[in-house]
Structure formats: structure tokens, C-alpha cells
């Protein structure tokens, strides 16, 4: 049988719901699998990569914006404004090759991490940032297993997890000891995967 496997964002809602949600946590997760056309903030998070790649000034964010109909142009909008407060973290860093999305394995479950971008540091460290748009408010305990994820998934690297809604930036070297979170991870996971399984 093969192992369940869910986006990170799936596990994201999954880990921030309370318990009288998570079954229904737990089917969003199972439909994760990405498209492009159902992600209401597509045209944002091909912007921040252009952004990180060109002018770097945060202009893509605002054109998308400007772009977006009219549903979506006030979110859009106050996004836009935020990455604007959130961009001068990497001011003196340089783009870097965004990695390929890599796959870990936690509590009988696959979970698929895809970074947003990568920036080099001027004394050459790697950062591989991940950013989220919902405007849902999350937990710290889940922000930092997010962010052990992303160290498993990356060794050798700084994770840094955007929370744009709230102008949040935190990075993995600034929450010690982030490897406490493991048996719990493991636990969660676990009950995700039997979720999963049992609902198939």
C-alpha cells in the first residue's frame, strides 16, 4: 500500500485546525494536489518569484494587484502593500536557484515542500523561504514544525517562513531547538495518515 502523501500547506491547515476540524482538515489536505486554475493566489506567488528574480522593488506584487479582478483586487492589494515591509530582509542578499520541491517522510505520510524563492547572503549562506498567502492565523507551534520541515527538506540551509497577511518573517536560525518538534510532527502526521487511508 502506498504511503499518503499531502502539499505542506495541506499539512499546514491540517496541524492550525482544531480538533473538532480535522477531519475536515484532513480532506482539504487529501485534495492538495496543486492547480494552478482553483489557487486563488496564483498570479501573487508567480509575482514574488518574479519579483525575486528582476526588480526586486516589489513592483510585480503591485501589478498583480493592479491586475486582479475586482473580487480579488483589495486582498491583492493589501498583500502587495505588505511584501512591501517584508522584501528589505533580503536587500543585500542575490537570488540563488530556487531548489527542486523535495519530499519528506514524517509519520507514514509524504509530505511535498515547494520554496517560494532562494537568496544568497553576502557571506554565502542559503535561505529557502516559503510564503503564505491565506489569511487564516497560525499557531507558533506550527510555524516552527513548518519550519523543521523545511530544514529536513533542505539540509545545510536557513528555512524561513513568510506569513505575508501579518508582514511575518521568521527564520529558522532565530527559533532554537527546532528538532523538539519531531515526536510531535511524527504523532500528527500519523493521525493525518490514518485519516487519509481510512477515508480512501
Do not use: C
Not at 517522510?105 to 529557502?128: K, M, N, Q, Y
Amino acid at each position: 500500500m502506498s504511503r499518503p502523501q499531502v502539499r505542506i500547506s495541506g499539512l499546514i491547515t491540517y496541524l492550525n485546525a482544531p480538533p473538532t476540524g480535522r477531519a475536515r482538515a484532513a480532506e482539504s489536505a487529501r485534495g492538495s494536489d496543486y492547480r494552478f486554475y482553483a489557487d486563488y493566489y496564483a498570479a501573487l506567488r508567480q509575482a514574488v518569484r518574479r519579483d525575486r528574480n528582476t526588480s526586486r522593488d516589489g513592483a510585480a506584487l503591485v501589478a498583480a494587484a493592479m491586475n486582479a479582478t475586482a473580487k480579488k483586487r483589495p486582498r491583492y492589494t493589501d498583500l502587495a502593500a505588505r511584501w512591501g515591509s517584508v522584501y528589505p530582509r533580503w536587500e543585500s542578499y542575490t537570488a540563488t536557484a530556487l531548489p527542486p520541491r523535495a519530499v519528506v517522510r514524517v509519520g507514514g505520510l509524504d509530505v511535498s515542500i515547494t520554496p517560494s524563492f532562494a537568496e544568497e547572503s553576502p557571506h554565502g549562506e542559503t535561505e529557502i523561504v516559503m510564503v503564505r498567502y491565506p489569511d487564516a492565523p497560525l499557531e507558533d507551534i506550527v510555524i516552527d514544525a513548518v519550519l523543521r520541515l523545511m530544514e529536513r527538506a533542505y539540509p545545510g540551509t536557513t528555512a524561513v517562513f513568510v506569513d505575508l497577511s501579518r508582514s511575518l518573517v521568521v527564520a529558522s536560525g532565530e527559533r532554537r531547538h527546532l528538532h523538539r518538534y519531531d515526536s510531535w510532527l511524527e504523532s500528527e502526521a500519523a493521525g493525518l495518515a490514518h485519516l487519509l487511508s481510512t477515508a480512501a
